[in-house]
């Protein structure tokens, strides 16, 4: 394999290995002397006031113990997260405001002792009035989460001249409006969450294991809430059994924990169960987006208005504020729209938090966007294919500034798409309807409905700055350092691939390490499509740095110009001289003796950088499901999947698709299974395994991949990222192919997930209206 191949080739996996043997190490599987387990106290109410804690005998309560929030309130450096927003206490003091929310934690000498004590702590509640859906909560009448409050809406946020807007949709001789639903989903990572902190009163250091995708952020926020200096916290991020923005937050249980074993300078541990994980994770979208659109009677839009009602549960957190404002950013999707207003209007409501979760509201933005053009298509019966691509941001127009102050960098999205239809044979997918329909016309209801979704998606990423550190060892090997903390996006293979490229090496002389702050240089950690376009870079650039010392030295050694000398299969050669040669690990060992290098050269081989992305980047692309829906029992089944993406440079395709795969599959089950379902009372419905739906492998389709490339202008890679563009693009595309199935009978607008009870109560109705 030469050099220029690495990038771009299908290098196989370099974590792998451990992880398929079971040779990998999680929170859950560290031991140490001495552990005590943590189990945390959750109240049954969704909202009520805290007035007495107690506990009652078992005859297991030997070496265990109990805290309420009076053990840590004075301890820790608690304070305002969020300017003029109520504060979360990290265990409720006086009242509780959603089911799981934790109001004690019990340590004991085992995990069975622990489960025992802590349902043997006797809480008494006063109940108080509840509300769950976030639109009842903005009535005047509705129960107050904060009595204090005059209302549930905690904060406004408007972008954009409404009033001009509005006036412009409204001249308009089309206008539509919506009302868009993104359900309550978790994002339910296989590995629930867990930490294990030990705190050392001889050294003054606390080292935490955590499962979590951003260490370094971790560790300040530990050291800041404990007061504590950072360099005496450790964070180690091992294997991480998946995230998906979930995992961000440092968490109230967390720092409870940690506080804990400082006071008491003994590790402990605790792991979620997953009813705690459905109860209290962060949730993800929980969204209510009223989009109103105006346009000409030739499909091009306008002007959009879009009203946006976002759920951040009982307690604002920074990232359930941030996502919403995603979503008004991408409001435009890949279309030229020419005035965009917006209004968020953040909710208080007795249920669990929301945060990012995968795509972290670009895949809201996409969805609406995407719903309404097909909307538009059918008002004016054109092809919704031929909307998009009247209203495409043409490529000379990049880079693109959208009413909404996104710049988008680079995008072909008509070729993207038209390689989609192509892929899909769009056409023959067409006329096959077409033959069906008519049939249905003399037959009537058919047992066997078809339709074709066609949905185009840009979203944003490759945010922020990271760090990286490469180090030549005297034998030749390579270790990398990266702030990433990848938690299955194959990040030690592409680091290792783009180090081997430019070193000219094989990625078998690399070692990428990550995860552990102790070792690794502070870094952003892993989210928003960011780990090769931005971690990805600052490793391009260091090994840059490094292969211009080496160069150097096998100028000086090989008597030659440093232009004229070659770096590739591991060797150093003068250009047209190949016999003139130095191979990778002589000059690697030779940069460990002084008296070998040149004068005022400094020993070793070794080189850190940051790099500060200068501008977001914009991958994109488009997909297209084919659907069957029996009429008889509202089953779904996938005729045809077809995602055509576009991230830039690509470092390794197989993990590409990989991400491809893992994220459709996830946006498929937006779609058609996943979601949180509270009752009246505040309880969640859907809170265990038993209740709350995700399909298996057998129930996602086949899918056929392609793939554009658009290289970023804002990177040394040109990497865009993809780890968010297949929960981006299909949750419109799915629920686009039902609704162009169930069109013709009067159905034009369903909420996710598109479960069969529901489409067979649609379809129902129509017989019903029918006969």
């Known amino acids: ?72 309130k004075d301890a820790l450096n608690f304070k305002p997260l969020l300017k003029n ?22 340590l004991a000498p085992t995990l069975a002792q622990a489960y025992d004590q802590a349902g043997a702590v006797e809480v008494e509640y006063e109940p108080l009035p509840v509300v769950v859906d976030p639109e009842a909560a903005l009535q005047p009448e509705a129960p107050k989460v904060y009595a204090h409050l005059t209302s549930n809406l905690a904060r406004v946020l408007e972008r954009g001249n409404r009033a001009a807007v509005l006036a412009t949709i409204e001249a308009c001789p089309v206008v539509l409006e919506e009302r868009i639903y993104n359900q309550r989903v978790a994002a339910l990572s296989l590995e629930t969450r867990g930490i294990v902190a030990d705190y050392n009163h001889g050294t003054g250091q606390l080292t935490i294991w955590l499962s979590n995708q951003a260490p370094h952020i971790a560790r300040s926020i530990f050291a800041d809430i404990l007061k504590l200096p950072e360099h005496r916290v450790r964070v180690i991020a091992p294997e991480v059994g998946g995230g998906f923005g979930a995992k961000l937050a440092v968490y109230p249980e967390e720092l409870i924990v940690a506080a804990t074993a400082v006071k ?86 007795n249920t669990t938090p929301t945060t990012a979760y995968r795509g972290a509201g670009r895949p809201e933005a996409a969805y609406l966007v995407e719903r309404i053009v097909d909307a538009l298509a059918a008002q004016l019966n054109l092809d919704p294919v031929e909307v998009r691509l009247r209203n495409f941001i043409k490529p000379e127009a990049f880079p693109y500034k959208s009413p909404t102050k996104a710049t988008y960098d680079s995008g072909e999205y008509a070729k993207a798409l038209q390689k989609a239809l192509e892929i899909a044979d769009y056409p023959a997918l067409r006329v096959e309807q077409a033959r069906r329909r008519a049939r249905v016309r003399t037959e009537g209801l058919p047992p066997k409905l078809m339709g074709i979704g066609v949905a185009s998606y840009v979203e944003r990423g490759a945010m922020g700055y990271e760090n990286a550190v490469v180090r030549v060892n005297p034998d030749g090997s390579v270790s990398v350092f990266t702030g990433v903390s990848p938690h299955g996006q194959g990040s030690e293979t592409t680091m290792a691939q783009i180090v081997a490229e430019t070193l000219g090496i094989s990625v078998d002389q690399v070692v990428v390490s990550h995860g552990d702050t102790k070792d690794t240089p502070y870094g952003q950690g892993t989210y928003g499509s960011r780990s090769a376009a931005v971690g990805g870079s600052a490793t391009k650039i260091t090994a840059l740095a490094v292969r211009e010392k080496m160069v150097k030295l096998a100028a000086d050694f090989l008597e030659a110009a440093e232009s004229d000398i070659v770096v590739e299969n591991n060797q150093f050669f ?68 077809v995602s055509v993406d576009d991230c830039g440079v690509v470092i390794n395709p197989s993990i590409v698709d990989g991400q491809v795969h893992g994220g459709v599959a996830q946006g498929i089950s937006q779609a058609l299974y996943e979601e949180l379902v509270y009752d009246e009372t505040g309880q969640i419905l859907s809170g265990s395994l038993m209740d709350y739906t995700f399909p298996n492998a057998q ?73």
Request: charged share 20%; glycine share 8%.
């Open 1 to 72: 394999m030469t050099v220029a191949s690495l990038i771009g080739a299908r290098v196989k996996r370099k974590e792998d290995p451990r992880l398929v043997r079971g040779q990998a190490t999680y929170v859950g599987d560290v031991q140490l002397p001495g552990m005590l387990y943590a189990q945390f106290v959750r109240t049954p109410y969704a909202h009520a006031l805290l007035k007495n804690i107690q506990t009652r005998k078992t005859g297991s309560e030997e070496g265990s113990s109990l805290f309420t929030w009076a053990a840590y």
């Open 85 to 106: 927003l109520p504060n979360r206490t990290y265990l409720a003091e006086d009242e509780v405001r959603m089911v799981g929310e934790p109001v004690a934690l019990v």
């Open 264 to 349: 008491l300078g003994k590790p402990i541990k605790w792991i979620e169960g997953r009813t705690e994980n459905l109860a209290a994770t962060y949730h993800g979208r929980c969204q209510i987006d009223y989009v109103r659109i105006g346009a000409t009677d030739e499909g091009v839009i306008k002007a959009l208005d879009l009203r946006l009602i976002a759920d951040i549960g009982a307690y604002a957190n920074e990232d359930g504020l941030l996502i919403p404002t995603l979503t008004t950013l991408m409001a435009s999707g890949c279309y030229a729209i020419p005035a965009i207003s917006t209004r968020i209007e953040y909710v208080y409501t």
């Open 574 to 641: 003068v250009k047209g001289v190949p016999q003139k040669v130095l191979t990778f690990a002589a000059i690697a060992q030779a940069a460990y003796q002084p008296h070998k290098l040149p004068p005022g050269m400094e020993v070793g081989l070794e080189s850190s950088r940051f790099f500060n992305a200068p501008n977001l980047a914009f991958p994109f692309g488009s997909h297209v499901c084919v659907v069957e829906i029996d009429t008889e029992t509202g089953d779904l089944s996938f005729l045809k999947y």
């Open 699 to 771: 129930q996602l389709p086949h899918l056929e991949l392609g793939r554009t490339f658009t290289p970023s202008p804002h990177n040394p890679l040109g990497a865009k990222g993809v780890g968010e563009s297949g929960a981006t693009g299909a949750p419109p595309v799915v629920v686009n192919a039902v609704l162009d199935a169930l069109r013709p009978y009067g159905i034009t607008n369903l909420d996710m997930p598109l479960r069969p009870e529901k489409i067979w109560r649609a379809l129902a109705c129509y017989s019903d209206a029918s006969s």
